[in-house]
């Protein structure tokens, strides 16, 4: 199995939501901008986003995935079958009682993440709408967890497109509906993220029934007490302990920073959002790539005792890694006006706005390495389920990073929360490197002083192509000639990255050295 082919088609496919994303979020700042209505939809959107990295790719993944994949290199796919089935059962009704009680709790919810909002009664009214979401994504994450152990990648990767088109129909047809009904428009978004999580969890079931591994989720009791006791439940509940533990902490980060932004000033939270969706444009197309094709790997060569082929696939990650995120990073730090103009710059969302997103996206992209790098060293403690070292650095990062929105945030504002976040990204992301080290898991292959001469130098010529044309263009005065603007903006992204494979090519560099059979 070539891991590259595997990774390049995740990518692809993740590059298909990222672009249909971008359309979703171009639609909602042109219909709504960056205002008091849209700084409580996100802050009600993040809460079942915040849940689902507890239920979903976050703690559950990362303990269930690992144990999935050794059951079925040790035990066979019978034995494997009936794991999948007790901990689906599990987690439905453990969903069931979180989405009732989500609901119920809506004020103190909001309150924890947005108590500054101008908005409030409407962004409990929002959370409202749309929790259920976390049930839905908490089952496709399940899913997806299974059909990646089995090396069928596609669908999973595939399946938040669904979202994004649900989401762009509401903001399209649904919104001036709800306006001409009397209704505020933005709730035509939360229906329509509604929409997306059904259709993610629908398109799942033909494919996992494919390689007979549909789950078969016990309703009567003696079904739910059967799958109690499956041993494998206690294990995966076992290692979701410190799991949770660590996503918590990451997502405690978020609650603070999303709160302090509410009280820096109406639009604060809007511009991290807008500036945070093109920041996961490149960790989505490569971090969560590597993480999706790695961690099933790295866990069945644990399983096999194979620690040549361990280090191996952490050294060709962290070389993607490398060859991929270091020029997304300088893009961000020196050409962030144009990104944001070109996506955003239309209808309610105006100059300022621009300058205040692009602010918030250079402080992301300094840490943009870091949280890459993460998507690839974090598996390699959590294949040999050991969850509790990155939770210990996670809870260290924790504090070093509301340590700096002490001294940035009065600086820079709501830029200072991204630099923070980058910042404890790359201390992260530092941390979990040298423990992979120290312990004797990951051994660097020859080549790695060569191969990061022949990056640096194609980065160079990439950055100085992007800070010309940075300082050439008028991106902000280009808003009524859009398709002019978008086609400069095209041009110089094709040209600077056709420069940086034309520098690595003539250094030396080949494709073949990407590839990694497994």
Not at 35 to 57: G, H, K, M, Q, Y
Not at 251 to 263: D, G, K, V, Y
Not at 373 to 380: D, E, F, R
Not at 405 to 427: D, E, M, Y
């Amino acid at each position: 199995m070539n891991l590259f082919k595997a990774a390049s088609t995740v990518s692809l496919l993740t590059l298909a939501s990222r672009v249909t994303g971008l359309v979703r979020d171009q639609l909602m700042a042109g219909a709504f901008g960056a205002s008091a209505w849209t700084d409580a939809f996100n802050v009600a959107f993040r809460i079942p986003n915040l849940l689902r990295r507890l239920f979903a790719e976050g703690a559950f993944s990362q303990a269930f995935v690992p144990i999935l994949a050794a059951t079925r290199e040790r035990e066979g796919d019978e034995a494997t079958h009936r794991l999948i089935d007790a901990v689906a059962t599990m987690l439905f009704w453990v969903l069931v009682a979180t989405v009732v009680v989500g609901i119920a709790a809506a004020p103190w919810l909001v309150w924890a993440i947005g108590s500054g909002l101008e908005r409030f009664d409407g962004a409990v009214s929002l959370t409202r709408w749309m929790f259920p979401y976390i049930g839905f994504m908490s089952l496709v994450a399940l899913a997806g967890g299974i059909l990646n152990t089995w090396r069928r990648f596609t669908v999973p990767a595939l399946t938040p497109v669904l979202l994004n088109l649900a989401w762009i129909v509401a903001a399209v047809w649904l919104a001036p509906l709800f306006q001409q009904w009397g209704i505020e428009p933005i709730y035509a978004i939360a229906a329509g993220v509604m929409v997306g999580g059904v259709l993610q969890l629908a398109v799942q079931a033909p494919a996992l029934s494919r390689i007979g591994a549909l789950p078969r989720i016990g309703l009567l009791p003696g079904k739910v007490k059967a799958a109690w006791r499956h041993p494998g439940v206690s294990r995966v509940l076992k290692q979701m302990a410190p799991a949770l533990v660590g996503v918590s902490v990451a997502q405690l980060s978020l609650l603070i920073n999303t709160q302090i932004a509410s009280r820096v000033g109406v639009g604060a939270v809007s511009w991290l959002f807008y500036a945070d969706r093109l920041m996961e444009f490149p960790t989505g197309l490569l971090g969560v790539a590597l993480g999706v094709v790695l961690l099933p790997q790295l866990s069945a060569a644990q399983a096999r005792g194979d620690t040549q082929g361990y280090s191996g696939l952490l050294d060709w990650g962290l070389r993607l890694v490398l060859l991929f995120a270091l020029p997304c990073a300088v893009a961000l730090l020196v050409f962030p006006q144009a990104l944001v103009a070109v996506l955003f710059h239309y209808g309610q969302f105006g100059a300022r706005d621009v300058e205040q997103t692009v602010g918030a996206l250079m402080g992301y992209g300094v840490g943009l390495m870091g949280l890459v790098a993460v998507k690839v060293l974090a598996p390699g403690f959590y294949a040999r389920q050991d969850i509790r070292t990155p939770v210990r650095i996670a809870i260290v990062v924790l504090v070093a990073t509301q340590l700096m929105n002490l001294a940035f945030v009065p600086w820079f504002g709501h830029a200072g929360l991204a630099l923070s976040i980058g910042l404890g990204a790359l201390v992260n992301a530092g941390w979990l490197f040298f423990g992979l080290r120290k312990l004797g898991v990951y051994v660097p292959r020859a080549g790695w002083g060569l191969f990061m001469l022949r990056v640096f130098a194609a980065a160079a010529a990439l950055g100085g192509v992007l800070a010309l044309a940075a300082l050439r263009i008028d991106w902000i005065g280009l808003q009524q000639q859009p398709g002019l603007r978008a086609a400069w903006m095209a041009g110089v992204l094709c040209g600077a990255a056709a420069l940086y494979f034309a520098v690595l090519g003539l250094l030396g560099l080949r494709p073949r050295h990407l590839a990694r059979q497994r």
